[in-house]
Nanobody, 123 residues
């Protein structure tokens, strides 16, 4: 069974930086599409896509964070990272990671989610 453990969140001032980590187990990490998602205070119904990294190392980012966040991974440690810089108050959210794989043309995520890690950007 897949398990995701996120860490690294906290309170940071606007313009600051944070590095999130997520260690996964129970999945084929190196062949999975690892992604970060977030749930903002104003949208408790769904998690929005932030960034993903494919097995081959290519990356995709949401337009709202492009140029400010960087996703990387360590296959040996089954860990995916999210380097966040130039943080804005609207980045305040609970951040989650998940593993996906293609089903046809769609990326299907794992049904299990971790507890997430809270990021609060405020002065």
């Amino acid at each position: 069974q897949a398990r995701f453990v996120e860490s690294g969140g906290g309170l940071v001032q606007p313009g600051g930086s944070l590095r999130l980590s997520c260690t996964a187990s129970g999945i084929e990490f190196s062949t999975s599409i690892m992604g970060w998602y977030r749930q903002t205070p104003g949208n408790q119904r769904e998690r929005e896509f932030v960034a993903r990294i494919f097995a081959g190392g290519s990356m995709e980012y949401a337009d709202s964070i492009k140029g400010r966040f960087t996703i990387t991974k360590d296959n040996a440690a089954n860990t995916v990272f999210l380097e966040m810089s130039s943080l804005k108050p609207e980045d305040t959210a609970v951040y989650y990671c998940n593993a996906g794989h293609y089903v046809g043309a769609t990326i299907q995520l794992n049904d299990n989610w971790g507890q997430g890690t809270q990021v609060t950007v405020s002065s």
